[in-house]
């Protein structure tokens, strides 16, 4: 039988309800504990679909509304599912200055879907991210905890997705 | 914790292990920079030797960020009685080289060092170029002691200005000791500290919150992360005093999510500072209570603005709302509150110990102290500079910075972010001081310094900022939400060749509109970078909408690609080429059909004789 959320999980027998509603009850008492939560949720979940959220809702009190604004508002949160894979490809200012556009570009060409999209096989997630701090290496991509860096040459940058796709 | 004295006798036992009496100390830099060039495997593998050798008197310790971006993963060994050695670029392999050589035979591997100085003496990163101009206060520790240590802080006189301020002071005295010190706000206006700190003491209230703004947005400013991951106490510590100088129990820190290094040793240090009761009840006996809990963002640049961060800190959309109130006054849940930036905060604990006079003695009359800078672009040492204020930028970029990457012309450096400003080799000998940066057009914000050369587009910079503050703009006022968006597609227009000499009074009128009318800093300072982008080189914008031409060959729509007459006719872009645009017999001059051509660039990357040009 689907829920309304479109799948087959079920609320009660899913362990990750329970890890989140432990984390809730642990906070409870707090002031303005929204956003930890649903960063907690982000983390248990990999992404907030809407029957995560009315459940955050009905257990925290604050309206479905406002928490959908929430996660919309802030770019960390995700309402759609994100790739096993997370390329996060710096467009910070000192990276800019040093060819980051076209390491973008020659991402975008390589997987065939834009920047904030998700590869059809659920593989990759492209993102732009703002300064990842090591400008010493610019430009610089990561993906999931690897970084990669001076990739002046964008001709690498095939062989380095190829690593994850096995 | 109930007294100096029990800190004093930490701070003795705290010694004993931070000076190297015997074996050696053995120090890897561990900021994000240095993760990212490889530390952790260097940190793994020196661990790895040590066991499986049985050093049992080599000490190994990750350390917080030295500076040097371009010398990482960098590693220093400190031996009793002998000089310390720097090695740079080091990987596991170079590891086991200085283990067996270095720290077991006693002989320094020189190949992996800075090489030796004219003094016949091994060269330290202090002895560089990079460093001479430098004055390291807030960066002191950094690189120096374990952050995820509280022993080491406590060795080298951690806590011991908290200590001061709330046995041996009252309030007030802290106040006006931080205004008589002339410490300015860090994170970009350069308001004065104990100003902000007198009118939330001034404010009755039964509970009032001090918040670190660690929300460092500005993409190309690392300051705050590195004090964080290298120095995370002295952050506490000032917090600590700050609340006992208002009357706040209660400390926020808001960091960035994105610095998930910098996050957890700030968990550690909470931890351990509160184990120690530097944190909690009855502090030092005083009677003063304090505590301090973490809060993360959710990556939103607007929430650096300090009624936008007490918004997210309420658990809300980080928007921005009209001032007054000011937070000082109804801040975070209604409640007085005060917001300080993480390198204004790290001052304070070294101020409270050595005096006003002492910060007063460095920087210029109105912009006391140092500031640190995140030098990064086009430049041949990148890294955290701090250097006194009143420094010029020709010093900051020539004699620390080294030059333009590839001997390239400098062309102009941005510091203030999205929402500063260029400046140009005519302004380059300004000193550096809060009033003087607004003077020449930019500001100081939080301290990223980029250098842009000859080959960067000044119109795609506007462009790129532009387009920066349009993502985030949180959306609540009319000017920034609409104005910065027509703003980008005018920017748009011209570097894709279709933009008139109209537009750009178009962008200078709603510059001044979006200046004058947006609710707060993100929208008042979104126009800056095209404005002065426009006053120093207007004729770059010009050549893109007259003559179609990108000077610095940046923008892609105004390039074509030509091949010249070095072409062999070796048929290797005919191949690359996507759209076919190229044709010409083998060992033949080819040509590329500018009609067809899609400027993707592919042709000149797989060109081997450079007959490929792009203008």
């Known amino acids: 039988m689907q829920n309304d959320c479109g799948c087959n999980c079920n609320k009660t027998d899913d362990k990750r309800y329970a890890e989140l509603k432990a984390y809730i009850d642990s906070v409870k008492n707090s002031q303005g504990i929204t956003m930890g939560v649903l960063q907690e949720a982000q983390r248990i979940f990999g992404y907030l679909p809407l029957e995560v959220q009315k459940f955050i809702s009905e257990n925290i009190g604050v309206p479905i509304a406002e928490l959908y604004g929430i996660a919309t508002f802030y770019s960390q949160f995700a309402i759609t599912p994100k790739g096993k894979h997370h390329i996060g490809v710096c467009l910070g200012t000192a990276c800019y200055v040093r060819g980051a556009q076209k390491v973008m570009d020659k991402v975008v060409e390589e997987l065939g879907v834009g920047v904030g999209e998700t590869t059809k096989d659920g593989l990759f997630t492209i993102d732009a991210t703002r300064c990842l701090g090591c400008c010493g290496l610019a430009p610089v991509m990561m993906i999931d905890d690897d970084v990669y860096g001076k990739l002046d040459s964008v001709d690498v940058i095939p062989g380095i997705l190829e690593k994850y796709r096995v | ?615």
């Open chain 2, 1 to 615: 914790m109930n007294s100096i004295n029990e800190l004093n006798q930490m701070k003795t036992d705290a010694l004993k292990g931070f000076e190297v009496t015997e074996g050696s100390r053995v120090v890897v830099g561990m900021a994000t920079c240095g993760i990212s060039a490889g530390a952790k495997t260097v940190l793994e593998k020196l661990l790895e030797e040590k066991a499986a050798r049985g050093l049992a008197d080599v000490q190994i310790v990750p350390t917080g960020c030295v500076g040097m971006c371009t010398h990482e993963p960098i590693v220093e060994v400190f031996q009793p009685g002998k000089d310390k050695v720097t090695y740079i670029h080091m990987d596991p392999d170079r590891v086991s080289k200085v283990v067996s050589e270095h720290l077991i035979k006693g002989n320094p591997v020189l190949e992996y060092t800075l090489g030796e100085g004219e003094n016949g003496k091994l060269k330290n990163l202090e002895d560089l170029q990079f460093y001479r101009k430098q004055k390291r206060v807030v960066l002191q520790n950094c690189g120096l002691i374990n952050p995820e240590d509280i022993n080491d802080y406590i060795a080298i006189d951690g806590y011991q200005a908290l200590a001061k301020a709330v046995t041996k002071m009252t309030p007030k005295e802290v106040i006006d000791l931080m205004k008589a010190s002339g410490l300015r706000g860090r994170g970009g206006a350069g308001f004065s500290t104990g100003m902000k700190w007198s009118f939330a003491a001034a404010n009755e209230a039964d509970q009032k919150y001090i918040v670190c703004n660690a929300d460092e947005g500005d993409p190309g400013a690392f300051m705050d992360r590195s004090i964080l991951e290298g120095d995370p106490h002295s952050v506490l510590e000032a917090l600590a005093i700050g609340g006992y100088a208002i009357g706040a129990t209660k400390g926020f820190i808001y960091v960035r999510a994105e610095y998930p290094v910098a996050v957890r040793r700030l968990q550690i240090a909470i931890a351990q500072a509160k184990e120690k009761g530097f944190l909690g009840k009855n502090i030092f006996g005083s009677g003063c209570d304090f505590d301090i809990e973490i809060r993360l963002g959710a990556g939103a640049f607007v929430c650096g603005e300090e009624t936008a961060l007490i918004a997210s800190l309420e658990g809300k959309r980080g928007m921005s709302r009209n001032k007054p109130p000011f937070p000082a006054n109804k801040g975070l849940w209604g409640k007085p509150t005060i917001i300080n930036n993480v390198e204004t905060l790290a001052n304070v604990p070294k101020i409270l110990l050595k005096g006003p006079e002492w910060f007063k003695s460095m920087g210029t009359e109105k912009s006391p102290g140092t500031k640190v800078f995140a030098l990064g672009g086009k430049i041949n040492n990148t890294g955290l500079v701090e250097v006194p204020m009143g420094i010029t930028l020709r010093e900051v970029i020539y004699d620390i910075g080294e030059d333009c990457l590839g001997g390239k012309a400098f062309k102009a450096v941005q510091t203030g972010g999205p929402s500063g400003g260029c400046i140009t080799k005519e302004n380059l000998d300004t000193p550096i001081d809060f009033d003087n940066l607004v003077a020449i057009g930019s500001m100081m914000g939080s301290g990223g310094m980029i250098v842009m050369d000859e080959d960067n587009c000044m119109v795609d910079i506007a462009r790129f900022f532009l387009d920066f503050t349009v993502d985030e703009s949180c959306g609540k006022c009319t000017p920034c939400r609409e104005g910065t968006k027509r703003m980008l597609e005018i920017l748009d227009k011209i570097t894709a060749g279709k933009g008139t000499l109209e537009d750009l009074t178009i962008l200078e009128e709603l510059a001044d509109n979006i200046k004058n009318t947006s609710l707060c800093a993100l929208g008042q300072t979104a126009p800056n970078p095209v404005l002065s982008t426009i006053k120093h080189f207007r004729d770059e914008y010009e050549a893109h909408v007259v003559d179609k031409k990108c000077p610095s060959s940046v923008c892609k729509a105004l390039l074509n690609y030509f091949i010249t007459e070095s072409c062999t006719g070796c048929t290797r872009c005919v191949r690359v080429c996507p759209t076919k645009a190229i044709s010409g017999k083998v060992k033949e001059r080819h040509v590329i059909d500018q009609d067809k051509c899609t400027k993707c660039g592919a042709c000149m990357e797989a060109c081997t004789f450079k007959a490929i040009i792009r203008k």
